[in-house]
C-alpha cells in the first residue's frame, strides 16, 4: 500500500515528498533551502540509510521550481522568501488550466490520485527546521549573457535531422558536397575528406525506428510549434521546457541556476536516478555525463580499451573513416527526442546507452548536448572539481547549484585535480613530435616553443637525478618545493610571461585548420595535421599545473611540492629475432615467441597539490551554492579549512533506525584470549594472523547470510590467505560460507561479476550459509556498494585503516599541515592522519544498514579501541559511537551477538506468521512506502555440521539452528532486491 505524497512549505518554498518525512530529511531539506535562499553553502552529515539522496533530489529540484515558476510570473527571485509562492508547485497539478498539454505532459500527472498531505515546516519548533534566513540576496549572473553563443551540436545538425523525417533511414544517402562557412572553419569540427567511408556502413534499417512517425505529419503534437527545421519543439508555455529555453529577463540578470549533482562512482548515478524517479520530479530535463567506457555504442570503438584514442581519431576522420553514431546524435539532440523515444521519466546510462544503440546515435555526445537543456546534470563529482574534464566537457558552473554527494573523499579528489604526475618516456615521446612538426614546417613557428619547452624539462630531470637521495629498496626521490621549482623553471626561461605565450602556442596547434592542396593530382583542402591526444593530454595536465603556480602573483607556489622519483618496473619484453648462419629468420608458425622479464629504470616528475583549497578556488566565488553532503563527514571542521570554503549552514543528522536494531562492539581478543592489536609488527606475526582466522571463522558460524570483512590493506588480505590456505583455516572458511575477495584492480566487468556471486551465493542455498565477502577499505566494496539486509548481517573491520607513513605525499601532506596549522586553521599533520582512517573506517562500517527496517552487527576487532576510547572511538560517525559496547573477551562478545542475532531473527519470524507480513505497518509506510517489508530469513539454510571427534567442544554461546520451516518460507529472502547490480 502506497502512502500519499506530502507537500512541506520550507522556507517559502513547496517540496513534493513521495512520504512522509524522516525527521533527519526535514532537517536536511531545510537546511539545503536556507542556504540555496541565501547563496550560501552547505555541509550536511546525514547516516547512510536515512533517505539523505531522496532529501537532497525533492529540496534541490523544489527550490529551483519555486523560482521557475516566480520568474515566470513576472516575479523577482529576489523578493521576500518567508512567503510561500502559491503558483510554486502548481506545475505538478493535474490543472487544465494551469498544466500544460504538450506530448512530454501526456501522460497522467502523478499527484492526481492522491490528495497531498500540506505540511508547513517553517512552523515547527525544531531546532533545525525552524530556523529563517530572510531578505537573503539571491542575485544571480546568467550564463547565457556571460558566454557567447554558440550553435549547438542540434543546430549544425538540423539539415540532416530534416531528411531524416522523411526517409527510414538518412545513414545511406550520397554524400553532399558541404561549403564551410567561416564560422565552421572556426570550429574544431573536422572537414570529411574525399574517399571518406563509414565504419558501420551497411544496408540495415535504424532498429525499431517507426516508419511513419506521428509528427512528420503537418499537423503537429498538442503543445508543440514546429520550428524552421521542421522538428517539434516544447510549448513556450511548459515549465519541462528546458531552464535554457525557460523564462529570460533580458533586462536583468535573473535565471534559474542548474543543479549539478556529482556523485563519487558511476554505480552511485545509477542508484540517485532511481530514486528520483519515485518522486514527483521524475520528468525533470535532465542528462547523465560520462565517460565513453560506459556510453559508447559503436561496436568497432565499445570493446576496445582505448576508448578515447579511437573514437578521437574516428571524428577526426584519420585513416578516411568516421562514426555514423557520432553525425547522428540529432536523433537524441534534446528532452523533447528522448520522451518521444520513450524516455518520459528519470533514466540512468543504461537507459540511454539502449536508446542509442536503437537510434543508432552517439550516447555520449548526446549526453553532452542534453546538458544545455537540463536542470539537473548528474555525473561524478571529479568532473566538476577537474579543470582539465570541465574544459573538455564545456561544463560551465559560474552562477550554477553545486551539489557533491559522497563527499568524504572531496579533500583528496580535490587535491589530485589540482596535481599531475608525469612520465619522462611521455615527455620524450611529446618532444620527437614536436620536433618532427618543426621539422617538415607545421606550423613551426608554433610548435617551436613547445618543442623548447619539452627540451627544457628533459634537460633539467637529467641534470638532477645526481641529486636524487635513497628512500627505500629501489626508490629515490628529491623533492621541491614550489616556490623554489618557479626559480628554477625561470633560470629555464620559463617566466610567467613566457608561459602566457606558451599557452597561445598550445591553443594555435591544436586549431583544426584546412588548406589548399594536391590530392591525387588535384586541388582539393587539405587537413593540417596536428599534435596527437596522448601529446596534448601531456602539455594540457603540465600547463594546468603552472596555471595554478603562477595564478595571483604565484599565490599558490607554496602549495605545491615538485617530486622527482626514481623506481624499477619488471615489464615484459619479446627478444629481436636472431638470423641462422644462412642469414635467415625462422620461427615456428604456431609457437609463441617467449618474452622475458626486464627491469626497466622508471623516471616520473609529479607536481603534488597539497591544498584542496586550490581547485575549490575556481569554485567558490562562482557558483551559487556548494552542498556537501555524506553520511561520514566528521570531524566537519576541517572541511572549512581545508577546502577554503566557509560552510555556514552546518548539520549532522541522526540515523533512523532503533538502537535494538544494529549491534556494535569491540572486540579486542580472540577466541584463545591473544590480544589483537593491529599495528604493523603484529600483523606480520603468525600469531595474529591464526588468531584473527579463527574469529572470522566463528563469527560466520553465528551469523546466518552475508559477512563482510574489511581489512587495512591488499598486503594484509595476501597475507592472511596464504597464512590460512597452508593451516586449514581458509578451507573451513569455505565450507561454511562462499569465500570471495576483493581484486586489487580489475575491470569493471570481473568487479560485477564477482558481486554477482556473492548475491547468489547468499539467495540460493546450495550447502553453505551465505556468503563472506573479504575487502579492503577504501576499495570498490567499501565505497558506495549497497549491501541491504541479509546481504550485509555483520560487518568486521580489522584494525584501523591508516594510509601508509611511508608514503612520500602523506609524509609531505602531514608536513604541510603541521606548517600552517596555526596560520590557516587547518589539522595538525598527526590529526589530519587519524581522520583519513576513520572516514575509511566509516564508509566500510555504513556497509551494513541501509535503511529504516535493516538490521545487522558491526564488529571493530582492535585491542585500542578499549585502550584509549577517547582517541578511537571519537573518530567514529555519530550513530556508531553512541552505541558501542567493549567486550572483555571474545566469548562474551559472542554471547552478547547471539542473543541480538536471535532477538532480530525472532521479529522476522513474527512478520512471517502475521496475516500482513507483506505489508508495511502504518507506521513506517507513512516513511517509506517504497520499502515493503519482505519476510526474511530467521534462520540459516543449512544446518551446522556436526563436530568432528578430536575437535574442540562448542562454546556455551553457540546454539543449534532451529529446522527450517516444512513449507520452506524461511528461504524467501529480500537479499537480492536492493543490492543486486
Not at 58 to 83: F, H, V
Not at 421 to 439: A, P, Q
Not at 673 to 687: D, I, N, V
Amino acid at each position: 500500500m502506497a502512502a500519499s505524497p506530502v507537500e512541506y512549505t520550507i522556507g517559502g518554498v513547496k517540496v513534493q515528498f513521495p512520504c512522509k518525512a524522516y525527521p533527519s530529511q526535514l532537517s536536511m531539506m531545510n537546511s539545503i533551502i536556507r542556504g540555496l535562499n541565501s547563496g550560501q553553502h552547505c555541509l550536511l552529515e546525514s547516516p547512510t540509510g536515512s533517505g539523505k539522496s531522496l532529501a537532497l533530489l525533492c529540496s534541490a529540484l523544489g527550490w529551483q521550481q519555486a523560482r521557475l515558476a516566480k520568474l515566470q510570473q513576472g516575479g523577482s527571485p529576489e523578493e521576500d522568501k518567508s512567503q510561500p509562492d502559491k503558483h510554486t508547485a502548481g506545475w505538478k497539478k493535474c490543472d487544465t488550466s494551469s498544466f500544460c498539454q504538450c506530448v512530454c505532459h501526456s501522460k497522467t500527472c502523478r499527484a492526481s490520485g492522491a490528495e497531498l498531505d500540506v505540511v508547513d515546516v517553517t512552523v515547527l519548533p525544531c531546532k533545525e527546521t525552524a530556523q529563517q534566513v530572510p531578505g537573503a540576496h539571491e542575485q544571480v549572473s546568467s550564463l547565457e549573457e556571460s558566454q557567447p553563443k554558440k550553435k549547438s551540436i542540434a543546430s549544425r545538425l538540423c539539415e540532416n535531422f530534416q531528411s531524416s523525417v522523411h526517409s527510414v533511414d538518412d545513414d545511406f544517402q550520397p554524400d553532399r558536397k558541404r561549403i564551410r562557412t567561416a564560422e565552421q572553419k572556426g570550429r574544431k569540427r573536422q572537414r570529411l575528406e574525399q574517399g571518406v567511408i563509414f565504419i558501420d556502413d551497411d544496408h540495415d534499417e535504424v532498429e525499431n525506428e517507426p516508419p511513419n512517425p506521428k509528427w512528420e505529419t503537418k499537423n503537429s503534437a498538442p503543445g508543440f510549434s514546429s520550428s524552421s527545421c521542421g522538428t517539434p519543439q516544447p510549448c513556450s508555455l511548459c515549465p519541462c521546457a528546458s531552464i535554457k529555453e525557460g523564462v529570460k529577463d533580458k533586462d536583468s540578470k535573473n535565471t534559474v541556476p542548474k543543479i549539478f549533482f556529482g556523485t563519487r562512482t558511476h554505480k552511485q548515478i545509477t542508484q540517485i536516478a532511481h530514486e528520483l524517479k519515485r518522486t514527483v520530479y521524475s520528468d525533470v530535463a535532465m542528462t547523465i555525463l560520462s565517460s565513453r567506457d560506459h556510453t559508447c555504442v559503436n561496436p568497432e570503438v565499445a570493446p576496445h580499451s582505448n576508448r578515447n584514442e579511437r573514437c578521437k581519431d574516428l571524428l577526426e576522420a584519420k585513416e578516411g573513416r568516421s562514426c555514423r553514431f557520432y553525425h547522428a546524435v540529432h536523433r537524441m539532440r534534446d528532452q523533447s527526442s528522448l520522451r518521444l523515444n520513450g524516455l518520459h521519466e528519470a533514466w540512468d546510462i543504461e537507459d540511454l546507452v539502449s536508446l542509442g544503440k536503437r537510434l543508432r546515435s552517439c550516447s555520449y555526445y548526446a549526453a553532452r548536448e542534453l546538458m544545455q537543456g537540463a536542470s539537473i546534470v548528474f555525473c561524478p563529482y571529479n568532473y566538476l572539481l577537474d579543470p582539465m574534464i570541465r574544459e573538455s566537457m564545456e561544463i560551465n558552473l559560474a552562477g550554477q547549484i553545486l551539489v557533491l554527494d559522497e563527499a568524504h573523499n572531496i579533500e583528496d579528489c580535490a587535491r589530485e585535480s589540482a596535481s599531475f604526475t608525469l612520465d619522462k618516456n611521455n615527455l620524450l615521446m611529446s618532444k620527437d613530435e614536436l620536433d618532427g612538426m618543426v621539422k617538415n614546417n607545421i606550423r613551426a613557428s608554433k610548435h617551436e616553443p613547445l618543442r623548447n619547452f619539452c627540451y627544457s624539462l628533459i634537460n633539467w630531470i637529467q641534470d638532477s637525478q645526481n641529486q636524487l637521495s635513497d628512500r627505500g629498496y629501489e626508490t629515490a626521490g628529491k623533492v621541491w618545493n614550489g616556490k623554489d621549482v618557479l626559480g628554477i623553471f625561470h633560470g629555464l626561461g620559463i617566466t610567467a610571461g613566457t608561459f602566457i605565450l606558451l599557452k597561445q602556442c598550445l591553443s594555435a596547434v591544436l586549431e583544426k585548420e584546412e588548406r589548399v592542396g594536391l590530392v591525387n593530382g588535384k586541388e582539393d583542402t587539405v587537413q593540417i595535421p596536428t599534435i596527437s591526444s596522448a601529446t596534448s593530454t601531456v602539455l594540457k595536465n603540465l600547463f594546468m599545473v603552472l596555471d595554478f603556480l603562477y595564478r595571483d602573483n604565484c599565490r599558490f607556489a607554496e602549495d605545491y611540492r615538485v617530486a622527482l622519483q626514481r623506481t624499477y618496473a619488471w615489464t615484459n619484453q619479446v627478444p629481436p629475432d636472431v638470423p641462422d648462419a644462412q642469414g635467415f629468420f625462422v620461427r615456428p608458425r604456431y609457437k609463441q615467441r617467449q618474452s622475458i622479464r626486464v627491469k626497466t629504470e622508471v623516471l616520473t616528475l609529479s607536481f603534488w597539490c597539497l591544498n584542496p583549497a586550490v581547485a575549490f578556488s575556481d569554485l567558490s566565488g562562482s557558483v551559487h551554492s556548494i552542498v556537501l553532503t555524506s553520511g561520514t563527514l566528521s570531524p566537519m571542521s576541517s572541511f572549512s579549512s581545508e577546502l577554503g570554503v566557509k560552510f555556514s549552514i552546518q548539520l549532522e543528522a541522526n540515523h533512523v533506525i532503533n538502537k535494538s536494531q544494529v549491534w556494535v562492539g569491540t572486540v579486542g581478543a580472540g577466541p584463545q584470549g591473544r590480544k589483537l592489536c593491529a599495528t604493523f609488527q603484529h600483523t606480520e606475526t603468525f600469531t595474529f594472523q591464526d588468531e584473527v582466522g579463527a574469529l572470522l571463522l566463528q563469527v560466520c558460524q553465528v551469523v546466518a547470510k552475508g559477512v563482510l570483512c574489511f581489512l587495512p590493506s591488499y598486503k594484509m588480505l595476501e597475507k592472511l590467505r596464504d597464512r590460512w590456505n597452508n593451516t586449514g583455516i581458509w578451507e573451513k572458511l569455505k565450507n561454511q560460507k562462499t569465500v570471495i575477495t576483493e581484486p586489487r584492480g580489475g575491470g569493471k566487468g570481473d568487479f560485477d561479476e564477482l558481486l554477482q556471486t556473492y548475491y547468489n551465493a547468499i539467495r540460493i542455498c546450495d550447502g553453505r550459509d551465505g556468503a563472506l565477502l573479504i575487502a579492503v577499505c577504501r576499495g570498490k566494496v567499501s565505497e558506495g556498494l549497497d549491501f541491504t539486509d541479509d546481504n550485509a548481517r555483520a560487518v568486521i573491520t580489522i584494525g584501523i585503516p591508516f594510509p601508509n607513513i611511508k608514503d612520500l605525499q602523506v609524509e609531505l601532506k602531514m608536513k604541510y599541515n603541521d606548517q600552517h596549522c596555526k596560520s590557516r586553521g587547518l589539522l595538525s599533520g598527526h590529526r589530519w592522519y587519524e581522520i583519513q582512517a576513520y572516514r575509511a573506517l566509516n564508509q566500510a562500517l555504513g556497509r551494513c544498514i541501509r535503511h529504516r527496517n535493516d538490521w545487522g552487527a558491526l564488529i571493530l576487532v582492535d585491542d585500542r579501541y578499549r585502550n584509549n576510547p577517547n582517541k578511537y572511538i571519537t573518530g567514529l560517525s555519530k550513530w556508531v559511537r553512541n552505541l558501542v559496547q567493549h567486550h572483555d573477551t571474545f566469548d562474551n562478545a559472542m554471547r552478547s551477538l547471539v542473543a541480538f542475532s536471535q532477538e532480530q531473527q525472532a521479529t522476522a519470524s513474527c512478520s512471517l506468521a502475521s496475516p500482513h507480513h507483506g505489508v508495511r505497518p502504518a507506521a513506517a509506510e507513512d516513511h517509506h512506502p517504497f520499502e515493503t517489508l519482505q519476510p526474511e530469513t530467521p534462520h540459516s539454510c543449512v544446518n551446522r555440521p556436526e563436530p568432528q571427534q578430536g575437535a574442540p567442544s562448542t562454546p556455551q554461546w553457540k546454539t543449534e539452528p532451529k529446522q527450517r520451516a516444512a513449507d520452506g518460507s524461511a528461504a524467501l529472502t529480500d537479499s537480492g532486491l536492493k543490492g543486486r547490480p
